[in-house]
């Protein structure tokens, strides 16, 4: 794992996720990530750095830490998830897709999960096409696309 800040506009990585196949069968698979100008991230690949590096991706800065505070509340929020049954509505992409391939949410529950929210909604359908491998439920996605229009139109 390399600590990096992002000198261009943009840069896509990727990193190992858990996988549940339909069959029962764990498994890791690879999800895109895209990190912005003057974000510092850990990238776990070397394909990646090396990457980044021929095409000039990063800056020079040498005292580079990702927080561990931000670890520490991912964990938190993690925790409280499983807890609680939903996802907070601070959880990451990660924790939504991890959130939705153990829990297996129901329509109801994707939608009760979003609390009226279309940026939570919009994160719950990314998370769910991922969770899905691209197949994502046409009644959750119509649902929670549904809270994102009613609140363009308010």
Partial sequence: ???VKVQHAQ???YV???HTAPDGE???RLSRRIAMHGD???IPRDEDVSRGEELGAFT???DLEVPEDDAA???DAANAEEAAGTPDINATHDDLVNWIQKSKPNEDAMVNAAQGDPAMAQALMDAEDEASGSQPRKGVISRLQ???DNSARE
Avoid: G, N, Q, R
Wanted: glycine residues 0%; proline residues 4%; without cysteine.
């Fill in 1 to 3: 794992m390399t600590v």
């Fill in 26 to 28: 764990d498994s890791t």
């Fill in 40 to 42: 510092i991230v850990d």
């Fill in 73 to 75: 509340e991912d964990a």
């Fill in 16 to 18: 190992e996720v858990p």
């Fill in 11 to 13: 840069f896509m990585y």
């Fill in 146 to 148: 549904a809270i994102v």
């Fill in 60 to 62: 020079d800065d040498e």
